[in-house]
């Protein structure tokens, strides 16, 4: 019997446990892991799925899995990876490339928090060392290789973020975007959403933080720079801070700057946690 930790959404362990195969409740979440393991070549390690696996037999995939009860991430994307293709991966060697919070897609629960991991390795796989008979069969694939297998329907659906996130992860190097000119500068705008609004469009959207924009700075769509707004929990008509971070859409054409009221820093998972609700439908991470 799997059991797995029990998380808030700003990965706060409850102290509470859940048995894989029953219902999640409501507002609480697990972690699963992602693992992509690329060689020097810019080659992706894939495996099919076992034609016994309840969901997507026979189906390529990246590694990756539940992390259980008592792990933390990288333990787990490494048990994973010895338990499913039989490698054994150096915790040095991965790079947390992502975070997502998933509650439900297209009509499905998932309330996990994804971590997606990448790992550089030039060994051979070998399935007679892998733990578990999860795994049919595994190769190396380029990333042309990955996108025509999934066109034709034969990869795992859910990881179509493969194709917008790994475009920016050369072999060569790992990419990070340069916000040293943005963050830790002070800006000032107007709130468009108050903190307890909802969205004029999807009114099942309620606004936990206040959302604007920086008076006088385009973003990548032309409309002027958004905003999330930390510091109070009362709806603001206006407000002036400092840039404190800055999530990333991977699969969009315009970043969120993160502000703080009083230029205090606000740990990582409580900004992930209270833009979920929107960042939920988008590919991102967090950069300092």
């Not at 899995?65 to 994307?77: N, R």
């Not at 060697?93 to 975070?99: A, Q, T, Y």
């Not at 830790?184 to 469009?201: E, F, L, Q, T, Y």
């Amino acid at each position: 019997m799997e059991k797995w930790d029990l998380y808030t959404k700003y990965r706060e362990k409850t102290g509470k446990e859940h048995v894989r195969g029953e219902e999640l409740p409501d507002g609480l979440f697990h972690l699963v892991v992602h693992v992509w393991i690329r060689n020097s070549k810019g080659e992706y390690l894939i495996s099919k799925r076992a034609a016994d696996r309840p969901t997507y037999p026979l189906i390529w995939e990246s590694t990756g899995g539940s992390v259980i009860k008592g792990e933390d991430s990288l333990e787990g994307a490494i048990r994973e990876v010895k338990e499913e293709v039989g490698i054994d991966l150096q915790k040095e060697n991965g790079k947390l490339v992502f975070s997502k919070i998933r509650e439900e897609i297209d009509g499905k629960k998932f309330n996990d928090i994804m971590d997606v991991w990448l790992f550089e390795y030039n060994g051979e796989p070998s399935l007679e060392n892998a733990l578990t008979a999860e795994v049919a069969d595994c190769r190396w694939a380029s990333p042309e290789e990955i996108r025509h297998m999934y066109d034709k329907g034969e990869f795992v659906e859910t990881l179509d973020y493969f194709f917008t996130v790994f475009k920016e992860y050369t072999p060569d190097s790992a990419y990070t975007p340069d916000y040293s000119s943005i963050i830790g500068k002070m800006v000032s705008g107007r709130i468009d959403r108050p903190a307890g609004s909802r969205h004029p469009s999807h009114k099942e959207m309620v606004y936990p933080v206040n959302y604007g924009y920086v008076d006088g700075v385009f973003a990548g769509d032309g409309a002027e720079q958004d905003v999330y707004v930390f510091g109070t929990e009362k709806p603001l008509d206006t407000y002036k801070g400092k840039v404190i971070a800055v999530f990333h859409r991977f699969n969009d054409v315009e970043d969120k700057w993160i502000v703080s009221l009083d230029g205090n820093d606000i740990p990582d998972e409580k900004i992930l946690g209270d833009i979920y609700f929107q960042e939920q439908f988008f590919y991102g991470k967090l950069y300092r």
